[in-house]
């Protein structure tokens, strides 16, 4: 599951070596700050991996970090409060996703949109 949020981006897996745990994986050490304290456990640095900071919860933690992950929900739009927390370089990639998702949308999202916009024309 990938995760993103106001404080960075997480990769969450099930961890297969260590029963009743996950593997949360991130580029960046600060964006598994939280979920590490949650839990409190180290982050590891892992330069050989694809993703080099990983730390391991249970399910009860990862879940009661997404929970206070939605409760800190105080904003409306998504982009703009990553660019005043963590700025250019997020901001910018979150606009990339943004970009990429947009790309899937289905048949029905992506005819509205055409004919929404020609209409404005």
């Known amino acids: 599951m990938w995760v993103f949020t106001q404080d960075g981006f997480v990769s969450v897996v099930d ?11 991130s580029r960046d050490r600060q964006s598994l700050i939280a979920i590490a304290e ?3 456990c ?20 990862y879940s009661e970090w997404l929970a206070l992950q939605s409760e800190m929900l ?17 901001y910018h990639a ?3 996703v943004w970009h990429a998702m947009n790309m899937v949308q ?8 055409r004919d ?5 024309a």
């Open 15 to 25: 961890n297969h070596q260590r029963k009743g745990f996950l593997t949360a994986r």
């Open 38 to 40: 949650i839990a409190d």
């Open 42 to 61: 180290e982050i590891e640095f892992t330069p050989l991996r694809d993703y080099q900071y990983r730390t391991y919860v249970t399910r009860d933690q």
């Open 74 to 90: 105080n904003y409306g739009n998504f982009k703009d409060q990553v660019h005043k927390t963590l700025g250019d370089t997020y």
């Open 94 to 96: 979150c606009g990339e």
């Open 106 to 113: 289905d048949d029905e999202a992506t005819q509205w949109t």
């Open 116 to 120: 929404h916009y020609a209409a404005k």
